[in-house]
């Protein structure tokens, strides 16, 4: 009479490798010919045993009824039993010939628990004509193996993930609010047929499939997907990691998805991608037989020189012989380049002087040819209001180099002579651009044991901003917002760094490096969940840059790449939030990365000003390897992590973490040295 309301379940019994948990009553057959919007008539079904509030979904297929893409849907409840028919709540789509139908009555409720809602433990769980709903965390799985037939997930964090084996068959999955169906955080494979995949919402990170799990397990998931629909998503079909696999045969991706296609090893065959961008981020060693509708050639077609390119009536590509060096011309730089951003810019929007600069850092990286042969740096000048958006960054580096970088930012130490007057808090600088410093401009000082830059920072101003400035003839005096410190005392050991372009995009990363690329970045504050996710090479350089996590998630996180923190940077990073997220890091590396880093000073401190009790320094996951030199962390619950055949090394680093090491000594094949 009512729902099974608030139920987690653990399903361990070593003894029973199938088990079968079954709904007492459901449906699942094809619609016959009607003419009444939402009612469902097949003239040789028993509806009696059904009732008003039971759950109906229903697929329309593009060819013959199960064996093509479904390209439209909807779910709604009966709201009238008939003898052959049902009648629903939808009030405009007529489930006629070509449709099918799905009910199911046992309705298990998660009561929006943070609890997984089912987890099979070394047996597999097979469910028939089960409606699953309102789940906060897990659906169904997270371990070994899950399989379900005629079965509607509904309203779920994460309805369906499994680490082994996932079948999902003649099912939907409704109004998910994340990544719908996950599997692979160990060598597995699975199938999806005849399922409708529907979003409520794209949000900011969410896949309707996605082949790899988390992107810390270098697995090889391979997923088969056919005759489905999916809709409402940011990315339809998702691999994390190079070896994992995901085929599709007569499935449908509709226009409301952002990214069709994202990541290696992905093939579509007869299947219908209408997603805003059809293609995206597909890198070697991966294949697409169709893109956007158009069928390609086989890959056997190519031989070598060759490249595919379209037919002179743009009919079609081929694979073609094209002159090699043309080519590059038109899509490499031919020259180094300087590239300009002002968000306040009202001028043609090239990008090619400050009158005509760029409005969004965006737009001056997507202005760059796919192949940089030359030095190209992007200036970005100081707004009125931070730069609040997510850059990324995704192009071929060859012999060139990429720089993103502030107008104006300045690096060196305080100036003492002539100073007398400088009260605490203040201090004064000799530069040749100080005229361009102003109130409002962010800056941090960092006081070393012994050698500037080469010793590790013993007292942190965290990053501030500027009060006011006074010219002198021969300096410029600078009042700190907020700091009583005396910056005279022990001058030799004071630096100071002030950036006037700011990055705080609302969510996401700052600025996300993907693939072979190789990006210097010069005098920024950048402010995000986020702040910078290499996958490429990120050279984070010369003291001139900081990081301030103002979400839940990492300074730099870095996969499958190298994150060079070079020529004694400091990483600043400051945790304004009373989440109770777990590990927040300055630095995550995972999946074979590389980082290198010198006189970085690492500090976490929560909304009240005190110590996070739920970050960490530096995490080293998977086969990675990091050498800090010259630092300091403090305010951290943890220092230094490393798990999974990483390896962490460090050289004369203060680290004051309430745990400063994790694990204290070789453990899982990783250490910290």
Avoid at 178 to 186: D, H, S
Avoid at 211 to 220: E, F, I, K, T
Avoid at 561 to 574: K, Q, V, W
Avoid at 585 to 593: K, L, P, Q, V, W
């Amino acid at each position: 009479s009512t729902n099974y309301l608030g139920q987690t379940t653990t399903i361990q019994k070593a003894s029973v490798k199938s088990l079968t948990i079954q709904g007492e009553f459901y449906a699942y057959e094809a619609c016959d010919s009607n003419a009444v919007a939402g009612k469902v008539v097949d003239a040789d079904a028993d509806f009696s045993n059904f009732a008003v509030g039971d759950r109906v979904v229903c697929t329309k297929y593009s060819g013959t009824v199960g064996f093509s893409s479904i390209d439209d849907y909807f779910y709604a409840t009966v709201t009238e039993v008939g003898s052959g028919y049902v009648q629903t709540s939808e009030g405009t789509k007529v489930p006629t010939t070509g449709w099918r139908y799905l009910i199911n009555q046992t309705v298990f409720d998660f009561n929006n628990n943070s609890s997984t809602g089912i987890t099979p433990i070394d047996t597999i769980p097979v469910f028939f004509g089960v409606f699953f709903t309102n789940c906060a965390v897990y659906g169904v799985g997270t371990t070994a193996a899950v399989k379900a037939t005629y079965c509607v997930f509904h309203d779920m964090q994460n309805p369906v993930s499994a680490t082994e084996y996932m079948s999902i068959t003649e099912s939907a999955v409704i109004a998910s609010r994340t990544n719908a169906l996950t599997l692979g955080l160990t060598w597995g494979s699975g199938r999806v047929r005849n399922t409708i995949i529907a979003a409520a919402t794209k949000g900011s990170v969410s896949a309707a499939i996605c082949a790899g799990g988390d992107a810390y397990y270098p697995n090889a998931a391979t997923i088969s997907v056919s005759y489905c629909g999916i809709f409402n998503y940011v990315c339809a079909l998702y691999t994390r990691l190079g070896s994992c696999e995901i085929s599709a045969n007569s499935t449908y991706i509709d226009s409301t998805v952002t990214t069709g296609v994202y990541g290696y090893n992905i093939t579509l065959s007869n299947c219908t991608n209408n997603a805003a961008t059809p293609v995206y981020n597909l890198t070697s060693g991966g294949s697409i037989e169709e893109w956007d509708g158009q069928a390609l050639p086989s890959i056997d077609d190519a031989t070598g020189g060759q490249v595919l390119a379209l037919k002179s009536d743009k009919s079609a590509l081929e694979f073609a012989t094209v002159d090699v060096a043309t080519l590059g011309a038109a899509s490499s730089t031919t020259a180094t380049q300087s590239i300009y951003v002002d968000k306040a810019a009202t001028g043609d929007g090239t990008g090619v002087d400050w009158t005509n600069a760029f409005t969004t850092i965006q737009a001056a990286v997507n202005s760059l040819p796919a192949i940089i042969n030359h030095a190209v740096t992007i200036y970005i000048r100081k707004g009125s209001t931070a730069y609040a958006e997510s850059v990324f960054v995704q192009r071929v580096v060859g012999s060139g180099s990429i720089t993103i970088r502030g107008e104006y930012y300045w690096n060196a130490v305080p100036d003492v002579t002539g100073t007398a007057g400088c009260s605490a808090g203040s201090f004064a600088i000799t530069n040749a651009n100080a005229a361009n410093i102003e109130a409002g401009d962010i800056i941090w000082m960092i006081k070393y044991t012994s050698t500037i830059e080469g010793s590790e920072p013993t007292t942190e101003v965290l990053p501030t901003t500027i009060a006011s400035v006074t010219p002198g003839a021969t300096y410029t005096t600078i009042a700190v917002t907020g700091c009583t410190d005396d910056f005279t005392t022990d001058t030799a050991k004071w630096a100071y760094h002030i950036v006037k372009t700011q990055i705080a995009p609302s969510g996401s990363a700052g600025i996300t490096i993907t693939q072979s690329n190789y990006v210097t970045i010069l005098g920024l504050h950048i402010e995000a969940s986020i702040c910078l996710n290499p996958k490429g090479c990120l050279n984070f350089q010369v003291n001139t840059c900081s990081l301030k996590l103002k979400g839940t998630g990492h300074a730099i996180l870095s996969q499958f790449g190298t994150c060079g923190i070079n020529d004694a940077s400091p990483l600043r990073t400051a945790m304004w939030s009373d989440t109770t997220f777990s590990t927040p890091c300055a630095i995550t590396t995972s999946a074979n990365s590389f980082m290198s880093g010198r006189a970085c000073l690492i500090s976490f401190k929560n909304a009240s000003g005190t110590p996070n009790t739920n970050s960490c320094g530096i995490y080293n996951n998977f086969h990675t390897f990091c050498r800090l030199q010259y630092s300091s962390i403090v305010n951290t619950a943890i220092g230094l992590k490393a798990e999974h055949n990483s390896t962490i090394y460090k050289v004369g680093v203060r680290n004051a973490a309430t745990t400063p090491l994790s694990p204290a000594s070789s453990s899982d094949g990783a250490c910290i040295v």
